[in-house]
C-alpha cells in the first residue's frame, strides 16, 4: 500500500507592513552608505551653519535700532530691549525723522490698530523691532517701494534653499534607484517577493525618514546658530514658521517623492531619466526663485502659500513676515494633503503600469489607461 505524500511546510511571505519596511531599510542603508550622499549633506550643512550665523550676527548688529517715539506710544516700548529711542514731539515730527534717515523706524499712538499703535517705517519695518515687540502692530510703509529687509531676505534664502536642496536630492536619488532597479532587472526579483505598492511605499517612506532626518538637523542648526549669536528674540519669531515648515515639507516631499518614482518608472535607462522628471524639478525650482524674488511682494507669496507645490516656502515666509492669519497655515496644509492623496492614486498607477515595461519610453496616456 503506497503512503500518501504529506504537503512540506510552507513558508508564508512578508506582511505588507513588513514589505514597505523592508524596502525603506534598504533604502536608508543604500544612501548612507553613498559618498555623494554623505559629502552633498555636508555641503548644505556647512552652507545653512554659516547662514544662521550671518543672519544672526546681522539682527545683533542692528539690535539697537534707532526709533523715534511720541509721547502717546511711549508706554509700548518701556520695557522691549534692543531699541535707541528718539522722542518726538508729534506724529508728523516723527515721520519726518525716519524720511530723513535719523531713525529706522518710528512707532507712534494709533486709535485705530489693534495694539493702540503703529510702527512706521520708509520702506520695510525692521524685523527684531517687530520680534521685540508683544504684539505685532499695525505697520506704515512711507515708501514701500524702496529697500529691502535683510532679516526677510535671509530668512528667504534659508527656507528656499533647504526646500530646494532636500527635495531635490532626495526626489533625483528615488528617480536614479527606480531606473537602475530596472535597468539592472533587479525589479523583477523584487515584486516576485513583494507587491508594486509595497515597493513603491517603501521608496517613499524611506527617502521622507531620510528629508525629515535632514530638515530636523538643519533646524538643530538653526536654533543653535541663533542662540550662539544671542538672538533668542530672534529665534521665538521664527519657532513657528520652522515648525510649520516642517510639517509642510512632510506632505510636500511625499508628493514629491510619488511623482518622481512614477515619473522615473517610465523609462529604462539612466540618460532618460531627465525626459520625464524635468517638470518636476521645475515645480523644485521654482518656490525657491519666487521666494527669493518676490519676498516683500505679498500677492506672489500668497499665491505661493496655496500652491500645493510652493506652499511649504510660501505659508512659513508669510508667517514670519506676519502676513497670515491663524487660519491660513491650515487651509493651505488641507490643500497640501488632498492634493498629496490625489498625486498617490495616480502615481501608484502608474508605477504598477510602467514598472516592468522595458525599451522606449512609456506614454503617459498609456501609464494612465492600462
Do not use: H
Not at 504537503?7 to 536608508?28: D, H, K
Not at 505661493?304 to 497655515?329: D, H, I, K, T
Amino acid at each position: 500500500m503506497n503512503a500518501t505524500p504529506t504537503a512540506g511546510p510552507t513558508t508564508a511571505g512578508p506582511t505588507t507592513a513588513q514589505s514597505v519596511w523592508l524596502v525603506a531599510e534598504r533604502e536608508i542603508g543604500s544612501k548612507l552608505r553613498s559618498k555623494a550622499f554623505i559629502i552633498s549633506f555636508a555641503i548644505l550643512f556647512v552652507g545653512a551653519l554659516a547662514l544662521v550665523l550671518w543672519g544672526g550676527f546681522t539682527a545683533q548688529n542692528t539690535s539697537g535700532t534707532p526709533v523715534a517715539v511720541t509721547s502717546e506710544a511711549q508706554q509700548y516700548v518701556a520695557d522691549v530691549p534692543g531699541v535707541d529711542v528718539t522722542d518726538a514731539a508729534s506724529d508728523a515730527e516723527a515721520r519726518e525723522l525716519v524720511s530723513a534717515g535719523e531713525v529706522d523706524a518710528a512707532i507712534v499712538g494709533d486709535s485705530a490698530s489693534p495694539t493702540g499703535f503703529t510702527v512706521v517705517a520708509e520702506s520695510s519695518p525692521p524685523t527684531n523691532l517687530l520680534l521685540s515687540l508683544s504684539q505685532l502692530p499695525t505697520v506704515e510703509l512711507l515708501d514701500p517701494d524702496a529697500g529691502s529687509d535683510a532679516l526677510g531676505f535671509v530668512a528667504a534664502i534659508g527656507f528656499g534653499v533647504v526646500f530646494l536642496m532636500a527635495a531635490s536630492l532626495f526626489g533625483g536619488t528615488i528617480a536614479q534607484s527606480v531606473v537602475e532597479e530596472k535597468q539592472t532587472r533587479v525589479v523583477e526579483l523584487l515584486i516576485s517577493a513583494i507587491p508594486v505598492r509595497s515597493l513603491l511605499a517603501g521608496k517613499v517612506i524611506g527617502n521622507t525618514i531620510l528629508a525629515m532626518g535632514e530638515i530636523l538637523i538643519l533646524v538643530a542648526i538653526a536654533v543653535v546658530g541663533l542662540t550662539v549669536t544671542g538672538q533668542s528674540e530672534l529665534l521665538q519669531g521664527l519657532g513657528a514658521p520652522i515648525a510649520w515648515f516642517a510639517v509642510f515639507f512632510f506632505f510636500g516631499f511625499v508628493l514629491l517623492a510619488t511623482l518622481f518614482a512614477a515619473a522615473a518608472s517610465m523609462v529604462s535607462r539612466q540618460e532618460d531619466i531627465g525626459s520625464t522628471t524635468t517638470p518636476l524639478t521645475m515645480l523644485i525650482m521654482a518656490p525657491y526663485f519666487l521666494v527669493i524674488f518676490f519676498y516683500e511682494n505679498p500677492v506672489v507669496l500668497g499665491i505661493m502659500s496655496y500652491v500645493p507645490f510652493s506652499a511649504p516656502v510660501g505659508m512659513p515666509m508669510r508667517m514670519f513676515l506676519g502676513e497670515a492669519q491663524w487660519w491660513e497655515p491650515l487651509l493651505s496644509l488641507a490643500i497640501l494633503i488632498a492634493t498629496c492623496l490625489g498625486a498617490i492614486v495616480v502615481a501608484a498607477k502608474i508605477y504598477e503600469n510602467s514598472l516592468l515595461r522595458m525599451g522606449a519610453r512609456v506614454k503617459l496616456s498609456e501609464a494612465l489607461s492600462r
